[in-house]
Structure formats: C-alpha cells, structure tokens
C-alpha cells in the first residue's frame, strides 16, 4: 500500500472511529469496554451518568469497583465479575440487578459478550428502571383487579347466604322453599341446574326430591334420569357426599369415573359439578347438589361457603318437619277432644234415659213382689224377684256411668267440710255390715289415730271409700276377712282397706284404675260389675288432692290405700 494510500486509510479508520464514539455516546445503554483483567479500557457517557462519574475516571478501574451490582438478596461479588472472563460471559451476569449510585439505585440488566479474537469483554449496561417501575404498577393494578373481584366473588357468595337464611327464616312450605333456595344458589352462582337429594325411609339410598330450573325443557331428560336413580352410599357425586358427609367436586361429570347420569349429563351439556351434605348437626338430612354448563376447577372456598348454606337448608328441613309433625298431633288432639267430649255427651245423655225407665221398673216389680197386685204364685215371686236383681244389676251400671260422665265433665263439685274418719269408717260399716254378714266375712277397724280429721266432701268421698269397701268384698271368698286400718302419716290422712281375696297381678295392678277395665279373676264373672268404679274413685280422691295404690299379690289379697290432706 502507497503511503498515500494508508493515510486515507488512517483517515477513513479515524472517521468511523469518531462516528463510533458519537454513535456510543448517544446510546442510552452504557458500554464498557474490559480487558483480560476486567479494568476498564473503554466506558461511553451513559455509563458514567449511570454511575456518577467522569468517564476518564472509570478507566483502568476494575469493573467491580465502579459497577456496584446487588442481586435481590446481596451485592454481587467479585468473583461473580471474574466469571465474565470464561468462555461464556453471558452467563455470569445475566439478567436484572440493582445498581448502586448516587442518589438513587438503578435497576439494570446486563448483557456481556467476547470481542472475538481479543481478550476484551464487552459488557452493555441497561437502565430499565422506568420499565420496572411501570411493570410493578401493571401487576399492582392486576393483583388489585383480581383482589376486587375475589372481594366481589365472596360479596356474592356471602349474599348468597344472607338471602337463603332470609328465605328459610320466613318461609314453611318445605317444597316451594327447597326449590327456591336451589335457584338463589344457582343464580348466585351463574350455575344451571340445582338438585337436592333425601334418604329414603329405610336410609338405604338417595332419591332426587327437588330440582331447579323446573318449567325448562333444556333439563327435562337430565331431571327424568334422575328422579328414576336411587343412589346408594358412595355412588355419584350425591352418593360420595353421603359417605363422606363432606362436600364433593367434580370438574367435569360428562367424564367423570363415578357418575352414573355421565351420559344424560353430556347430552344436558352439563359439565361442572359440586355437592355439599344437608347436616344438621350429625344428622344427615341429605346432599344439595349443582351443575355448571363449563368445566369448573375445584374452588375449596366455594365449597366452604355452600356447605354452610347446606347447613341452614337442614336445620330448615329439621324444624318444618317437626312444626309439620307438631301442627298435625295438635289436630289429631283437638279431633280426640271433640270425640271424647261427644262420647262423654252420649253416655250423660243415654245413662239419663237409661235410668228412668229402669226406676220405674224396679217400682213396679217391687210392689208386685210386695204382693200390691195381688197374690203371687212361687214361681211367679221367683221370676219376678230374678227381674228384680237384674234390673238392680242394670240400674248400678247406669248410676255408675251417670257418675263418672258427671266427673268426666268437670261438673262433680266437691264440698270439703271436716269430717271424723274413724266416725266415717264405722257408719260404713254399720250400713254394709249385712252384706258381710250374708257374704260370711269379717270386717275390722283399727283407728291408729284418734279424733282423725280429714276435710272432705262427705256424700262423695264416702262413696268413693264405700265402693272400695264392698270391691274388697266382692273380689274375697267368703269367710275371709277384711280389715281397715286408719292412721296418720304427716299431713295426711291414710285409709288402708286390706282383704285376704283373688289379689291382682302386678301387670294389672296400674290399667284397674282405667275407664271400663274389669281385669279377669275367679269371680269377676260371678260378682258383675262395669269396670267403672275404681276409676271413679281415682277421680274423686283425686279431686281432694288426695292419692289411692294398690298393692297386692295373686292369691293372697289386697290393700288399697288411700291418703288424703287432713287440711
Ligand atoms: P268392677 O268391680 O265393676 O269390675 P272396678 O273399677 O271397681 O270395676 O274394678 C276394676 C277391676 O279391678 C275389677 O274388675 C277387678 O278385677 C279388680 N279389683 C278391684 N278391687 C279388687 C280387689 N279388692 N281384689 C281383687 N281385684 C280387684
């Protein structure tokens, strides 16, 4: 090469040197030049700005020492730097880091490479401070966007809630409630289809008692299969939920393994699916379950939400049930009254004409035995006085339905007055002693208790001990004994009347206080009766707060004790 022709090469090398150094210095991206040492033998202007420093000041500086790298947890270190002199530069610094100036940090990445056939390294230093700073803000806008709408989600779901307790607080139509809590849930939920399974009577397997949307076309096969189904424990999505009493998601029902309606489900283009346990308490009510026209990803939140809303369905469904139950017994109640009342009515009403008639009978044959209608042959005094007895018989069981219609219709008033027991005891005994005696039995007092006075309604409670008296002797063979023993115990007065006769059975010994009970014995067919009297007794004694038992033993005998408030 001519001298002159190398100069215009200096020349031109010069020129493109300079444009070099123009170009370097009006790039935004810091270049530095480093040799095998890693000193600086180049830097342009935007590194020393980045730095802080004149350029001529970085040169023949090592690279750590003017570039001040952190990573996110610490500086970076010197030997991070040497690694930029193996055979692949890129790797040992790549990527973002913070670098250290005066007076703010900068956020840089770092680009290196070899100039090929050389020792240097050349390392490009970008700011993108800017960029970080406007990503950050997009992903605090993004994370407050999706923050809003988990809000939103929840709101929604809480609203849910609120509106399915505020429907089953008001409502008692089981049916129209279940169903409209279904089409809440759903249109909350942006769900289609809503179902609610119970447990059959035997507890052997689910059946489908309510679905939402009902008046659409869209489902009618989808709802048909179902209601045809009885699932058993661990069957279907309804089946899991009942064996594990713990809600249950599937992704997609159209392919799941475990779901019977798999196919009908395709066809509906159901595809999503959840179902949470009806619980109330540890009683499973049954499994409320919800379908999405989308494959739908297991939200656990979700789930959570609407198991509690399975909870209020079930304590909802517990207390219908029950007021359901309780409205229905207070019917049947009421009707019984009625019926009791009616029947109480009919048994006033027929005793009282029962028993007029039945007077004048007796007056008649009494004075045709009486011989004022002439004189009777034997045979006719026989059949007469047989009339007699049997109208006597009938006359007694009219008079004892008369009396216990009275109690029964409130309408026996009791007059208390003091009365003398011992006094009371001895006029019965007075009065009776010819049945006794015609019976061949033997009748004693034993007064433990002197001058003992109960306040009693004399013509009523005498009664109701006279009926005692003469059951003691009805039920006791002849020639046994019945003995009465009167004493005081604290406040209260207590009539014992003991007889050796047939006894009761311990079964028996509650139902002979019963209306109409006439419990079989050896001679409850001999001596007649209407099985009212004791519970007559019962009344009256009850009537003066006063109490009657028995105790007995079959074949020994019988005590009847009766205790009544001496004031
Ligand atoms: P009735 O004597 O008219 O059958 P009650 O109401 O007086 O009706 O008695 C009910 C039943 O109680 C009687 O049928 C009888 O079996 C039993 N009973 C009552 N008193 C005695 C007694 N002292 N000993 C054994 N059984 C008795």
Redesign the pocket.
Known sequence: MTDQASKEVIKDLRKSLAWLDLVLATLSEGVVVLDAELKVVFANDAIANMVGKQRIMLLGEYIWEIVRLHDDKQPVSKNTFLKLRGSNPKEALSGIYQLQTNPRNLSVELTSAHIPNTEHTVLIIRDVTDQIQTHMQQLKITEEAAARRAAEVSERRLLIQYEVASLLAKSFDQGTTITETLSIVCKGLGWRVGMVWVPDKHLSSLQASSWWPSNTNNFKGFFTASTKLRLLKGQGLPGTVWNTLTPSWSKDVASAMNFPRKEIAKEAGLHGAFAVPLLNGIEFMGVMEFFSEHVQERDDELLKSMATVGMQVAEYMRRTTIEKVTTSLREQRARLLEINEAKDEFISLASHQLRTPATGVKQYIGMLIEGYGGELSETQRRFAKTAYESNERQLTIVN?LLKVAQVDAGKVSIRKEPVDLELLLNEIMNEQSGKFKERRQNLSLVCNSKNLKANVDGRNFRMAVE??ID??S???EAGKEISITISRAGGLAVIS?K?Q????APE?TEK??QKF?????S??IS???????????KRIIELHEGSIK?E?KLGE??A?IIEIPIK
Do not use: E, M, P, Q
């Open positions: 004892d009926n005692i059951n003691a009805k039920y006791t009347i007889d006769g047939v006894g009761i028996d002979i206080f009970t006439r419990v079989h014995n001679l409850s001596v007649g009766g209407s099985g009212l009297g004791l519970y007559w007794c028995v007995s005998g019988s009847f």
